[in-house]
T-cell receptor, first 116, second 114 residues
């Protein structure tokens, strides 16, 4: 099955600086890579995703890059703000024979701390 | 639009009791996923359904766990008998049955087994 590794487990950056979180995956059949943000006591919320036919995707201050050859993908947050403080999870899934997608395999999460 | 709905939001029970968690997916979504979150194991997939049919239950930890989806708008996850190590937050998520479609999570049920 799929295995997703995520680094670092904790990341502290100064407000206004950039943050980068990296993930690797093992299953070459995986083709969908979402990122979720989870605040304490809340549900995971999708912030950005990328499909395997795309190398990069950007949404305002958030961007994701994908390297299929190396099987790794990264989340980039620029101009960090205090409200960016949360736990971020990367995930991967592959298509199933029924036309949909398998469930997500998650990384262990990165606790992002924005220092004022 | 209502998102994924889960009930109860909190459940406290004693070891050995039966626990039933409920989920209503987003209207029109035909894939439903159950996840469990703990500090030790993180977020892990338990089971998922496509068009109400269970596709992969390899993540269900033991025979004490069972899940059903009797119709497109309702699913249950049952634990019988419950044990303290089942204490976790259980999330339900739904998506469209198309490769690469986002999954949207419900608010979760925080289960505590004493």
């Amino acid at each position: 099955g799929e295995n997703v590794e995520q680094h670092p487990s904790t990341l502290s950056v100064q407000e206004g600086d950039s943050a980068v979180i990296k993930c690797t995956y093992s299953d070459s059949a995986s083709n969908y890579f979402p990122w979720y943000k989870q605040e304490l006591g809340k549900r995971p919320q999708l912030i950005i995703d990328i499909r395997s036919n795309v190398g990069e995707k950007k949404d305002q201050r958030i961007a994701v890059t994908l390297n299929k050859t190396a099987k790794h993908f990264s989340l980039h947050i620029t101009e960090t703000q205090p409200e960016d403080s949360a736990v971020y999870f990367c995930a991967a899934s592959s298509p199933n024979s029924g036309g949909g997608a398998d469930g997500l395999t998650f990384g262990k999460g990165t606790h992002l701390i924005i220092q004022p | 639009d209502a998102g994924v709905i889960q009930s109860p939001r909190h459940e406290v029970t004693e070891m050995g009791q039966e626990v039933t968690l409920r989920c209503k997916p987003i209207s029109g979504h035909n894939s439903l996923f159950w996840y469990r979150q703990t500090m030790m194991r993180g977020l892990e997939l338990l089971i998922y359904f496509n068009n109400n049919v269970p596709i992969d239950d390899s993540g269900m930890p033991e025979d004490r766990f069972s899940a059903k989806m009797p119709n497109a708008s309702f699913s249950t996850l049952k634990i019988q008998p419950s044990e303290p190590r089942d204490s976790a937050v259980y999330f339900c998520a739904s998506s469209l049955l198309i490769v690469g479609m986002p999954q949207y999570f419900g608010p979760g049920t925080r289960l505590t087994v004493l």
